[in-house]
């Protein structure tokens, strides 16, 4: 299934290109430039989908089916196709989202005006049928918010890394997925370079953890980490997003290119490391369990680390599926206090809004903020704010009320309410705003992987 | 009676989050805090330091060879990024809640701090 035409090499450079899909658009610039400059096997994988983006592309297929794949696909691919596909780098990326036929579509578009004409890989088969009872997703629920519902808007699965080595196996320079597992995006350029058996959980494992260093961009470099005094990180507004070097043995090193910001050292790898992990040694994944409980992170030299001694272990059963499904709208809405005695009358202001829609709106639960004293911190039931509230004087404080419904009416009603603060409220209230959102919802469910299909095609190639 | 020491002072914090389920990695600034976070910093200590949030479950899984912990917290994001009222759906601002923790000075702490100022 992998061949041997890369069989002498020994180290795969693989760079990050966005970490989400409302990633920087000139930090891939650097990565590739710096890339160019290597020979052997390098990649360039973009992470673009979060838990309901694959929703909003479904809505969006439904609506024209020429689109449904990431709207970030032109702004973070246009500034670096050419200069990728010019030094031989190849694109792994999960555009694709709920179209990535269209996604390749698109790219084949974008890179025929840039005077070229390469290969796309199209992996499909991640989406699960449409037409299954929401009973049975329900019944394979990590939890219960499907239960008793009748309708969904999406369900994909995360599927692992070998249809994207079978892509790139076809020649594909530039390969477009849909959902998979985001640490796959590297797994499955390392899979094809250095024919690694699928049983062979070790350097699953390694590979697998080479992508989850990647996957998340700057987060690896300084990003989402700086603490002034405490960990400073130089250049942030330049940071520098992350290349892997990964050996056929699986040693992983992370850097980053040359003359760009941020840090890379065994604190920002192992935070990453740890990021959004649950138990340190059984990381589940659809091609590998990961323990990185006997990991080691060494720092080699200015912003080089080395990870070695990652295990691996049997992959699940089952595939990790989200299941996405429509949740009426969110309300937001605002107002400031400030100056003497503003907390007292932000606390007056919640009291009013609270009891005229305990009578106007008996059963819509409330939220209420107040930045400057508790909201992020805060808690919906309100007990972090009660208890700070009465003692805690604040110069400058935003009130913020929030409620979810499928009811808009109910809704404006209570943002109505947050309105009639400016005539009828506390002394000084300032700087409404309101919004209302509509909402998308997900769920997670284990399916059995006969539910999926994955499979590579080159796209315009009969099939 | 000496001051609490903040847990901000000995370790760094990131947040991660799946659906309504947090984590927490805490990574020590210097090998002499693993032993004293080990101490104070427990699973009960982190549970009753996010009461508010009624975790139904907290585990500290502890990992020596990283100098790190990871706490993770079951049903604290009110439902997770697609469904909670609050500002921060990802949890993302919560491990600075966890460096507010404050810490008995005892003599551990006080040893790790000393590393601490030393090293940096």
New interface residues.
């Given amino acids: 299934m992998v061949g041997p035409a890369t069989a002498g090499t020994d180290v795969v450079r693989i760079g990050s290109g966005a970490g989400f899909a409302g990633d920087r658009t000139d930090a891939a610039g650097p990565v590739v430039a710096e890339l160019a400059r290597h020979d052997g096997p390098r990649f360039l994988i973009f992470e673009t989908l979060a838990?309901?983006t694959l929703a909003l592309c479904q809505l969006a297929r439904r609506a024209d089916p020429a689109k449904g794949y990431s709207p970030a696909l032109e702004k973070l691919l246009a500034p670096v196709l050419s200069d990728c596909l010019k030094a031989g780098i190849r694109i792994v990326g999960n555009f694709g989202a709920a179209n990535p036929q269209a996604a390749a579509a698109r790219i084949a578009d974008l890179a025929r005006a840039m005077g070229h004409a390469p290969r796309i890989g199209v992996v499909t088969g991640s989406d699960l049928d449409p037409a299954r009872p929401v009973a049975e997703y329900a019944a394979r629920e990590?939890?219960t918010l499907l239960a008793g519902r009748s309708e969904i808007v999406s369900a994909d699965a995360y599927i692992g890394a070998a249809a994207i080595a079978d892509a790139l196996e076809l020649g594909a320079d530039i390969v477009v997925t849909g959902r998979v597992a985001d640490p796959a995006l590297a797994l499955g350029p390392l899979l094809h370079v250095f024919g690694w058996s699928p049983q062979d959980w070790d350097r699953m494992a390694a590979g697998t953890l080479a992508g989850h260093l990647l996957e998340c961009g700057a987060q690896v470099c300084g990003g989402?980490?700086a603490?002034p005094g405490?960990?400073d990180v130089p250049g942030l507004a330049d940071v520098g997003f992350p290349i892997a070097e990964i050996g056929r043995d699986g040693t992983i090193t992370i850097t980053k290119p040359p003359g760009t910001g941020g840090r890379v050292d065994r604190?920002t790898v192992?935070?990453?490391?740890?990021?959004?992990?649950?138990?340190?040694?059984a990381y589940l994944t659809p091609d590998v369990v990961m323990d990185?409980?006997?990991?080691?992170?060494e720092e080699l030299g200015a912003d080089r680390v080395r990870i070695t001694g990652v295990k691996g272990k049997p992959r699940p059963e089952t595939l990790k599926a989200t299941v996405?499904f429509e949740?009426g709208y969110?309300a937001e809405g605002e107002i400031s206090y400030a100056g003497p005695n503003a907390a007292a009358r932000a606390r007056l202001a919640a009291q009013v809004v609270r009891e005229r829609l305990a009578r106007r709106a008996p059963g819509l639960?409330l939220?209420v903020?107040a930045?400057g004293i508790a909201?992020?911190?805060?808690?919906?039931?309100g007990?972090?704010l009660d208890g700070l509230f009465p003692a805690t004087e604040s110069a400058d404080v935003r009130l913020?009320f929030?409620?979810?419904s499928s009811d808009k009416a109910l809704l404006d009603l209570m943002l109505d309410e947050v309105e009639g603060l400016y005539c009828a409220g506390p002394a000084g209230g300032g700087g409404v705003r309101r919004h209302l959102t509509a909402?998308?919802?997900?769920a997670?469910c284990l399916v059995e992987r006969a539910w999926t299909a994955p499979r590579a095609t080159l796209f315009g190639a009969a099939s | 009676m000496t001051d609490p020491v903040l847990l901000?002072r000995l370790a760094?914090a990131?947040a991660?989050?799946?659906?309504?389920?947090l984590?927490l990695?805490l990574?020590c600034r210097v090998p002499e805090a693993f032993d004293a976070l080990a101490a104070q910093v427990t699973a009960e200590r982190v549970a009753a330091h996010f009461a508010?949030?009624h975790p139904s479950r907290v585990?500290r899984?502890d990992?020596p060879?990283?100098?790190?912990f990871?706490f993770?917290l079951d049903d604290v994001l009110?439902?997770?990024?697609?469904?909670?009222?609050?500002?921060?759906g990802h949890g993302?601002?919560?491990s600075f809640?966890l460096l507010a923790l404050p810490l008995d000075p005892d003599a551990a702490v006080r040893r790790a701090l000393l590393a601490v100022e030393t090293t940096i």
């Fill in positions: 838990e309901r990590m939890g989402y980490f603490d405490a960990k604190f192992t935070e990453q490391m740890l990021y959004e992990i649950h138990d340190p040694a990185i409980t006997q990991a080691r992170v996405c949740a969110l639960g939220r903020d930045i909201s992020v911190f805060n808690d919906t039931a007990a972090t913020r929030s409620a979810q909402r998308l919802a997900s997670s | 901000h760094f990131r991660g989050d799946k659906g309504n389920r984590n990695a990574v508010a949030r585990v899984y990992l060879n990283l100098n790190a990871n993770v009110d439902g997770g990024v697609n469904a909670s009222l609050g500002l921060d993302k601002t919560l809640h």
